[in-house]
């Protein structure tokens, strides 16, 4: 299992800049949202949709960046680990709204879980968690591969990025 933690970019200038919607809580950002030139090339991974339904079910409000007719097509994914979009976690959400964060980490681990079962060999999460710093407003990146169990863990690593 590795978590590395590094610098990002100013999600909300690039917000701003492509003219998206602005979140207050948890969003997916698109796999490409720090090079796309504007709205119409973001890709999202195959998982988006998914990961959307399992927290929408779960009563965990997520934001969207695009309204539902311009949501970008998906990038699918062949390799033997299950890929997880980029989650954004504002700074209010951390402050407001922290159960969410290890509620929806939770609910995405036990899918994970669920998907891998009866399957053999290394079971492999990768996912891409941005987080706004409470301070600065600057944003770091915590990006996570291992197995589905240490998404459980990653809370407390996003709390420690935000306080920097």
Request: aromatic share 8%; net charge neutral; charged share 20%.
């Amino acid at each position: 299992m590795t978590t590395t933690i590094s610098e990002y970019i100013d999600v909300r200038k690039r917000i701003a800049d492509l003219g998206c919607f602005s979140p207050t809580g948890l969003t997916l950002l698109p796999s490409n949202f720090d090079t796309a030139s504007d709205i119409s090339n973001f890709r999202q991974v195959s998982q988006s949709a998914t990961v959307r339904t399992l927290l929408r079910t779960s009563n965990i409000p997520l934001d969207e960046l695009v309204s539902k007719g311009q949501r970008p097509p998906y990038i699918q994914n062949n390799a033997f680990e299950w890929v997880a979009p980029t989650l954004f976690v504002s700074v209010g959400v951390l402050s407001q709204n922290a159960s969410y964060l290890s509620v929806a980490l939770s609910v995405i681990a036990n899918y994970a879980t669920d998907y891998f079962k009866g399957m053999s060999g290394e079971n492999v999460v990768q996912m891409d968690i941005v987080v706004e710093r409470s301070k600065s407003k600057l944003c770091k990146k915590i990006t996570y591969k291992g197995p589905p169990e240490g998404l459980k863990d990653l809370p407390e690593v996003i709390r420690a990025a935000s306080d920097e």
